[in-house]
């Protein structure tokens, strides 16, 4: 299996929705690591998100109108000690021959967590969205979507010095098939997806085949903005 960097250009798109009843049970099939793009294997640095290795193809699922998020701990996997600022969001999708090609939108963003009533982690306030790039795919194989993004400094603690806790989603607003890339490990409360009903915790869904396999490119910086999202600790005192 062979993985091709994506070339996009720039290219505005208005986000469509589709109802997530539509989503089948997806079936998998089990991938070689080895065989997934190097940026995985050989990461720079810095890099948040979901950093697990590659364990299945999951299909049917993927639809396109829809979005995907991860939750992330930026304390917990960078090397940076005020602020940190991302600069590219990768998800790996897979493409057969029979879907292609295909010619779909897309852009990222990064978010800051909230709670739902029952202390899950879910995608909260959108603190940065990056511009929409058009992608061409005309060869079947696994690839590497790696959206650039331009974002200000982002706290990595809040003002009592808990840590700040993020998602990074990717959006997807042209209707077209592929298949998601997952890490074969259960957490719930990690991944999300948006097929026009709100985010739903795709741990329920996926069971056995895990995560979606979604990471971030960043660089440290000094100077973050003000207007960061909670604290872990400020989410947890919610509900104490």
């Known amino acids: 299996m062979k993985s091709k960097l994506i070339m996009m250009m720039l290219l505005g798109v208005a986000l469509l929705a589709v109802s997530a009843s ?31 290795p590659p364990a299945f193809l999951l299909s049917p699922w993927f639809t396109g109108q829809e979005s995907y998020a991860v ?25 057969v021959a029979a879907d292609l090609p295909v010619t779909f939108e897309v ?11 029952t202390g899950c982690l879910i995608p909260g306030d959108e ?5 929409t790039y058009t992608v061409t795919i005309d060869v079947e194989g696994t690839y590497d979507i790696a959206i650039p993004i331009e974002c200000e400094c982002a706290y990595i603690y809040g003002p009592t010095g808990d840590p700040n806790i993020y998602y990074l989603s990717m959006h997807f607003p042209t209707p077209f098939t592929a298949w998601v890339v997952t890490d074969g ?3 719930a409360c990690t ?10 915790d795709l741990e329920p869904f996926f069971t ?12 440290c910086c ?3 903005v003000a207007t960061e999202g909670s604290s872990w600790g400020d989410l947890k005192s919610l509900f104490r």
């Open 222 to 224: 000094s100077d973050p």
């Open 22 to 52: 539509a989503k089948e049970v997806p079936t998998a099939t089990r991938v070689d690591p080895a065989d997934m793009p190097v940026s995985l294997l050989t990461p720079p640095v810095e890099l948040v998100g979901n950093l697990n």
């Open 191 to 200: 991944s999300y997806n948006d097929a026009g009903a709100g985010w739903e």
């Open 208 to 219: 056995e085949f895990g995560n979606i396999n979604m990471f971030g490119e960043v660089i």
């Open 107 to 117: 852009y990222a963003d990064l978010g800051s967590a909230a709670l739902d009533a």
């Open 71 to 95: 939750m992330f701990n930026p304390s917990e996997q960078v090397t940076c000690e005020v602020g940190f600022q991302l600069t590219t969001v990768h998800m790996y999708l897979h493409f």
């Open 127 to 131: 603190n940065c969205t990056g511009a």
């Open 185 to 187: 490990v259960q957490a």
